[in-house]
């Protein structure tokens, strides 16, 4: 599966991250050491179910490296715009497409393990789009201090995940559906006003379950969805403002320090090894295994207790 990065805009004056970011885009902030993105870009080259990377937004100036293919498009302007472009890129890399990544640039805590988690669980199904939300209680385990905005619903309060998966048809349908929800993003309640105005009431009252609530949605718009609950904060934990950056910048560093060591080793060994070139032994090779992801429970609770009985 293909991942499209949305790596778009340079903060503004009155951007809360415009001081971090001196004019040029907010993916290249430092993080730990290295740009935001290309922590993002790491996690997505580790990932076996990953083909290629398609970065929209910056250049290849920019000196970002990726294990996988590394495709760069120019800015579109708008964030439906860049994922039209981004998906075409895709078919144009592969016209048998179906399904892409949609990830934000500015999720750095994102692991390649939880990418791979993310399409073996979504691809159990064959929906249009896969959305992923993130249980309050979740986020606020593993960042206590993250401040994010949740949307409290009848069954559970959640905030929204910034790596999804659409088919690619969703690219070409609905666009002005889309550009709405997608500019209302940071308002839940704006954005069930897009939906409807009955929805708009239900989730202000927090009278609405989630699966009673992406049920509607889907009804709406006429298209097959499903709620991925995840059960890990990192692909939920975005940078939008300075507080949010110093947290991720303190829980980076340390695991930019462990991936730097062996290399520093690795140097220090090195000149040795070139006086004794000949003597030199080959390398062993180094077994890695990863833990499978938790999977996720979908079902709203007030749905669980009932099968239960």
């Given at each position: 599966m293909d991942a499209i990065v949305t790596a778009g805009g340079i903060p503004r004056p009155?951007?809360?991250?415009?001081?971090?970011?001196?004019?040029?885009?907010?993916?290249?902030?430092?993080?730990?050491?290295?740009?935001?993105v290309q922590w993002v870009l790491d996690a997505l080259g580790g990932a076996k179910q990953v083909d290629n990377v398609i970065l929209i937004g910056l250049s290849p100036k920019s000196g970002l490296t990726c294990k996988k293919p590394l495709?760069?498009?120019?800015?579109?302007?708008?964030?439906?715009?860049?994922?039209?472009?981004?998906?075409?890129?895709?078919?144009?890399?592969?016209?048998?497409t179906k399904y892409v990544l949609i990830v934000s640039a500015d999720i750095p805590a994102l692991r390649p393990e939880m990418v791979d988690w993310l399409v073996t669980t979504s691809m159990e199904t064959k929906d249009d789009l896969y959305y992923g939300v993130c249980p309050r209680e979740v986020m606020e385990s593993r960042y206590p201090a993250s401040n994010r905005t949740y949307t409290r619903l009848k069954d559970i309060e959640l905030c929204g995940a910034d790596i999804n998966i659409t088919h690619v048809r969703m690219a070409t349908e609905h666009l002005d559906l889309w550009e709405s929800l997608i500019g209302n993003r940071k308002s839940p309640l704006r954005q069930a006003a897009t939906i409807g105005f009955d929805t708009l009431f239900q989730v202000?009252?927090?009278?609405?379950?989630?699966?009673?609530?992406?049920?509607?949605?889907?009804?709406?718009?006429?298209i097959k969805g499903r709620a991925i609950v995840w059960d890990h904060a990192e692909p939920c934990m975005d940078v939008d403002k300075p507080h949010q950056l110093e947290i991720l910048r303190a829980d980076l560093a340390p695991q930019q320090v462990k991936s730097a060591s062996p290399a520093l080793k690795k140097t220090a060994k090195a000149k040795p090894a070139a006086k004794k070139a000949v003597k030199a032994k080959p390398a062993k090779t180094l077994k890695?295994?990863?833990?499978?992801?938790?999977?996720?429970?979908?079902?709203?609770?007030?749905?669980?207790?009932?099968?239960?009985?």
């Open positions: 009155d951007d809360p991250l415009y001081g971090y970011s001196k004019g040029d885009s907010k993916t290249l902030i430092d993080v730990a050491g290295k740009p935001m495709h760069y498009l120019s800015n579109q302007g708008r964030m439906l715009a860049n994922i039209v472009a981004g998906v075409n890129k895709s078919l144009e890399l592969n016209a048998k202000a009252t927090h009278s609405i379950t989630l699966d009673d609530l992406v049920e509607k949605v889907c009804k709406r718009i006429n890695t295994s990863t833990k499978k992801m938790p999977t996720a429970r979908l079902k709203s609770k007030t749905k669980a207790k009932a099968e239960a009985k």
